[in-house]
């Protein structure tokens, strides 16, 4: 009885083990991500940051709106 205690346990500990190590890949995996992401967004703000609009300040154009329907 006492053998099969301990090979019970040894089984037990290295799968407590092997989910473990997954779980530390699967964070690992999802802060990649997550890094991935924010350097997109950051590249994505400054080509936004970088596209302006040329508008005219003389031109009327925005300034009306023509509400008859």
């Keep these: 009885m006492e053998v099969s205690g301990i090979a019970n346990l040894a089984t037990a ?8 190590e997954l779980a530390v890949k699967s964070v690992d995996m999802a802060n990649d991500m997550i ?3 924010g350097e997109m967004m ?3 703000l400054q080509v936004a940051g ?7 300040p003389l031109s009327s154009l ?3 709106i023509d509400v008859m329907a």
């Design 42 to 44: 950051l590249q994505l």
């Design 13 to 20: 500990m290295s799968q407590q083990a092997v989910q473990t």
């Design 50 to 56: 970088q596209t302006q609009l040329s508008l005219d």
């Design 35 to 37: 890094e991935a992401q």
């Design 62 to 64: 925005g300034t009306q």
